[in-house]
């Protein structure tokens, strides 16, 4: 192998693991999902730093119904601000509209409903939306979603789906080895997996499924009425609900008997709002 090719394979494969999208100079703003309070509303544009110019983007493809998500939020955001309010709601053959894709670029803010997050991503993933997200979230916009539109920030997403069970459940009954379905996500955090609803619906199985299959992952879980505010390398819990977080100090060593996984000493932390820790 050349030289130059095995230092930049070397480069690559450190940023790939990184925690953040490096250089990213935005925010994220990612809600559990649930009724979003007046007072998370309000922090979630306050994060945006939104000045009177600036505009907002809402991108509803997660849902089947994407002009009531548009309008439940925006009836929401303008009690929280005067800002223009756009529903981007791409479709195939909509994708490639240069003057909605500027949109998103520009955009101080720029939220995601929820639904669901594999329709989201079949759409957008490598898109030229994909793209237009990532260079606003370089140039300081915040990226927020709620539920499926929490889901998608991660590189490794949980799309809901059991394998070893093809019937759909709001929490896994089995803690078994290949059971979590990923799919790739946006990718605005890379080494960080995110799940949603996450007390209120019981999915710690889910959540350790995802550490036993991402070792070296932090695992967030995000419940109901809750936000955590992504600022480079520092998470902030906002919100009324709880935020969980799973991790471990060392290697984790993860085995298998009979399709079961164990595993010792991982570490789980439950924050509340104005707790903060760090994803480095």
Known sequence: MRPLLFIYLLVFCFESNSQINAGAKGKLFIIGGGNLSPALILKMTETANLNK???????????????????YIK????????????????????????????????????????????????????????NAINVAYKNGSTIAGTSAGAAVMSKQMITGNQLSDTSYSETFDKLQDNNIEFSEGLGLLRSVIIDQHFIVRSRYNRLLSALAKFPDYICVGIDESAAIIVDQNKVTVTGEGQVVKLCCAKRLSVKKSNSLIKFEDALLSIYISGDSFEIK
């Not at 983007?57 to 119904?65: C, D, G, N």
Request: net charge positive; glycine share 2%; hydrophobic share 40%.
């Open 53 to 71: 110019k600036d505009h907002i983007v809402i991108l509803p493809m997660a849902t089947e119904e994407p002009d009531s998500a548009y309008y």
């Open 75 to 130: 009836i929401q955001l303008e009690k929280a601000c005067s800002n223009t309010i756009a529903n981007l709601n791409f479709t195939a053959d909509k994708i490639n509209n240069k003057q909605w894709l500027d949109s998103i670029k520009h955009a101080k803010l720029i939220f995601i409903p929820g639904g669901d997050q594999s329709r989201f991503m079949k759409l957008v993933l490598k898109s030229p939306v994909h």
